[in-house]
């Protein structure tokens, strides 16, 4: 069964930084791209980053970009997002997922970018 | 790419057949992907490739379309189909409709 599960969210000044964790099993991890989207509270969803599987290629929304940093460690299974100047419209629930058109989603992590 | 979705509320009764609207600004040359999100859920993966049905998706969801426009139509509508729903393409970037909250009436 694939599982993914977001982990590191949490409440953070603006200007800090967070990082986030997604832990995948149940599949091939290194088969495939990754992404993160999110979704401000009651508000749609939004498409941050994404990597390849080999992890040599990554891709940003143009608000996060210099800010963020989609990484990834095969070994281990597991996606990362590493987010810096966190302001607060970053605001978000973060979600990981699998491949170009998303076909599984962890739960979710909320991140709260507030003083 | 821009994604327009309509209505943006659609109450229905249980049974009815239920049609949602997605339109792009360019044409997505059918990648596309729908999803439902319950409250308080993470989404759900419904169909992907404009009509193409995601294992564990029961077949009263189907999808269509071509060019800008697509649709997805849920055949006979159960309460647990309660939700909102949205498309996204994958053609140009990567594009998120607002979503369609179906509600019963």
């Known amino acids: 069964e694939v599982q993914l599960v977001e982990s590191g969210g949490g409440l953070v000044q603006p200007g800090r930084s967070l990082k986030l964790s997604c832990a995948a099993s149940?599949?091939?991890?290194?088969?495939?791209?990754m992404h993160w989207i999110r979704q401000a509270p009651t508000k749609g969803l939004e498409w941050v980053a994404s990597i390849s599987p080999s992890g040599g290629s990554t891709y940003y929304r143009d608000s996060v970009k210099g800010r963020f940093t989609i990484s990834r460690d095969n070994a281990k299974s597991t996606l990362y997002l590493q987010m810096d100047s966190l302001r607060s419209e970053d605001t978000a629930t973060y979600y990981c997922?699998?491949?170009?058109?998303?076909?599984?989603w962890g739960q979710g992590v909320m991140v709260t970018v507030s003083s | 790419i821009q994604l327009t979705q309509s209505p943006s509320l659609l109450s229905a009764s249980v049974g009815d057949r239920v049609t949602l609207s997605c339109k792009g600004s360019?044409?997505?040359?059918?990648?596309l992907a729908w999803y439902q999100q319950k409250l308080g859920e993470a989404p759900k993966l419904l169909i992907y490739n404009t009509n193409s049905l995601q294992t564990g998706i029961p077949s009263r969801f189907s999808g269509s379309g071509s060019g800008t426009d697509y649709t997805l139509t849920i055949s006979s509508l159960q309460p647990e189909d309660v939700a909102t729903y949205f498309c996204y393409q994958y053609n140009n970037g990567d594009t998120f409709g607002a979503g369609t909250k179906l509600e019963l009436k």
């Open positions: 360019q044409n997505i040359n059918n990648y």
């Open positions: 149940g599949f091939t991890f290194s088969n495939y791209g």
């Open positions: 997922a699998r491949t170009h058109y998303f076909d599984y």
